[in-house]
């Protein structure tokens, strides 16, 4: 597969470019000692002409409350939330125990995930992330950078509803790279370099409607839709140049994802390909106000926090059209 456009970096087929990287690795495409992967691909030059997509004035927060989903996946605690009364009844302080990072709308770090052979990102070996001074890899390297970029929908749910072909919450369906051209151009839009591409599955929507047994009952591991796990997927994003890939699913990828159905493509894209992740991000208000005006692009931002080390982060994502 080529590039659909010309720039400096190689294409997936040209990868790996430093001697004894594995295979459909960019390790050292942006430099031995890179931190922050394919948000290199984000120029201040996309930055701008992300920030004259801003023409309604509408703002979208992408952020689910911290709570949901609720109870928390992948057996991990809800968080308790202590409220102090200082000063005499004057303020308030408060705080989080059991806060788990990635337990609601949230990025993965580069830090997330590693090849079990290879190591993370880069080259990064597993004894240097540690989340101590001096760590690598960890979501501190793009808070400090910042997020901000042209944002590209594909309602890969609205299209397949009004194809007769809805998608289940609770099974595993493969999105391949051809169904997201068919989307894009169907909705008239098309990936540049430097995209935040935002993909709406409708897994949060369903969610959403279950009752509390339903959601309690609920394993992603057992049956999610999401992108296909292949690596005709990750080239096709690495030579779209994305910077970053947001779903409404738990997951970013199909599940239950298998050696059968492609492998994992967190490997892929994070370790192999230091790409950004975006998990359990609400589209539903920006998908409808698209949906309305059939503009598919806009201005994301996001600020992960500041945390040494720290392998997620939540999204503090918006949209603003």
């Known amino acids: 597969m080529n590039a659909p456009f010309a720039d ?94 990635q337990a609601s709308s949230q990025w993965d770090a580069l830090s997330h995930i590693c090849h079990l052979r290879y190591g993370f990102y880069n080259g990064v070996r597993p004894e240097a992330v540690t989340g101590r001074p ?29 194809q007769g072909q809805p998608l289940d919450a609770r099974q595993r369906v493969a999105i ?15 990936l540049r370099g430097g995209d935040l591409l935002l993909v709406r599955t409708g897994w949060l929507a369903q969610y959403l409607s279950w009752s509390a047994a339903e959601r309690a009952a609920y394993d992603p591991e057992k049956g999610c839709p999401g992108l296909s796990a292949t690596e005709a997927m990750a080239a096709y994003l690495w030579n779209h140049r994305v910077a970053a890939v947001v779903a409404d699913n738990p997951g970013v990828e199909a599940m239950p994802a298998t050696r059968e159905t492609g492998g994992f493509l967190h490997t892929r894209l994070i370790a192999l390909l230091g790409m950004a992740l975006g998990e359990l991000w609400d589209l539903e208000a920006l998908a409808a106000d698209c949906a309305a005006d059939g503009v598919y692009e806009c201005l994301v931002t996001a600020a992960p926090l500041h945390l040494r080390g720290g392998v997620g982060s939540p999204a503090n994502a918006l949209a603003l059209k």
């Open 134 to 162: 001096g760590s690598k890899l960890g979501i501190e390297h793009w808070a400090a950078r910042g997020i901000a970029g042209r944002g590209v929908l594909v309602d890969v749910a609205r299209y397949l509803e009004a």
């Open 8 to 101: 400096a970096y190689p294409t997936f087929a040209q990868l790996p470019v430093r001697e004894g990287a594995p295979a459909g690795s960019s390790w050292g495409v942006f430099g031995d000692d890179d931190q922050v992967g394919t948000l290199n691909f984000i120029t201040a030059e996309h930055v701008l002409a992300a920030a004259r997509l801003v023409r309604k004035g509408r703002v979208f927060s992408l952020n689910l409350p911290l709570d949901l989903p609720n109870p928390p996946l992948y057996g991990r605690q809800p968080y308790r939330h202590t409220l102090l009364v200082l000063g005499g009844g004057r303020a308030r302080d408060d705080y989080l125990d059991n806060f788990y990072l």
């Open 176 to 190: 391949e790279p051809a169904l997201l051209d068919a989307v894009l151009r169907a909705q008239g839009v098309e």
